[in-house]
T-cell receptor, first 112, second 115 residues
Framework: QKEVEQNSGPLSVPEGAIASLNCTYS??????FFWYRQYSGKSPELIMF????GDKEDGRFTAQLNKASQYVSLLIRDSQPSDSATYLC????????????FGTGTKLQVIP | NAGVMQNPRHLVRRRGQEARLRCSPM?????VYWYRQLPEEGLKFMVY????????ESGMPKERFSAEFPKEGPSILRIQQVVRGDSAAYFC?????????????FGSGTRLTVV
């Protein structure tokens, strides 16, 4: 079982719709959760992080965390063609130094 | 305030040659993390270094790969006798904290192509 699992996609949504990206993780000791956006040929860019159960909103982005279900998601409202990218979910265990573990990413295509 | 600087951006090596990838952390950051991304795959942790110390090299292949972060100068990821399978994008991130920041800021990466 992979530590962090994501559907590779592509996930296609029409412009203006809500894109929902999902991620599950296997380590119950995970404490910190991150979403990165990576455009083709570019480096990953941090867009959201969440530590507590529930929702965290930042502009058009909402991260949702459910530790009991070991599930984290990213919602993108009013999707734009510029949101087309690969979205990487990442987790980190609690306690001192712990490396960040990444999923393989979900490719999102926003259709104009 | 420059971000994490990596060079070269692109590196082409023939099989059997050595590749040296450099990472200059953000100013004031003494912790560096190296990740590798194979085509169509996620980021894989390789090594975590502090100044003059390797803290965690659990993701580094045992042979041909080495990393250092000297007291002065950039962190260096060195790959000896490169093979085709080493072709990948190599990213580094830096942090001022041992426990890591609220997520990493990555450099622009070095794309290694082995021919």
């Amino acid at each position: 079982q992979k530590e962090v699992e994501q559907n590779s996609g592509p996930l296609s949504v029409p412009e203006g719709a809500i894109a929902s990206l999902n991620c599950t993780y296997s380590d119950r000791g995970s404490q910190s959760f991150f979403w990165y956006r990576q455009y083709s040929g570019k480096s990953p860019e941090l867009i959201m992080f969440i530590y507590s159960n529930g929702d965290k909103e930042d502009g058009r982005f909402t991260a949702q965390l459910n530790k009991a279900s070991q599930y984290v998601s990213l919602l993108i409202r009013d999707s734009q063609p510029s949101d087309s990218a690969t979205y990487l979910c990442a987790v980190r265990r609690s306690g001192g130094y712990q490396k960040v573990t990444f999923g393989t990413g979900t490719k999102l295509q926003v259709i104009p | 305030n420059a971000g994490v600087m990596q060079n070269p951006r692109h590196l082409v090596r023939r099989r059997g040659q050595e590749a040296r990838l450099r990472c200059s952390p953000m100013k004031g950051h003494s912790h560096v993390y190296w990740y590798r991304q194979l085509p169509e795959e996620g980021l894989k942790f390789m090594v975590y270094l502090q100044k003059e110390n390797i803290i965690d090299e659990s993701g580094m292949p045992k042979e041909r790969f080495s990393a250092e972060f000297p007291k002065e100068g950039p962190s260096i990821l060195r790959i000896q006798q490169v093979v085709r399978g080493d072709s990948a994008a190599y990213f580094c991130a830096s942090s001022p904290y041992r426990e890591g920041p609220d997520g990493y800021t990555f450099g622009s990466g070095t794309r290694l192509t082995v021919v």
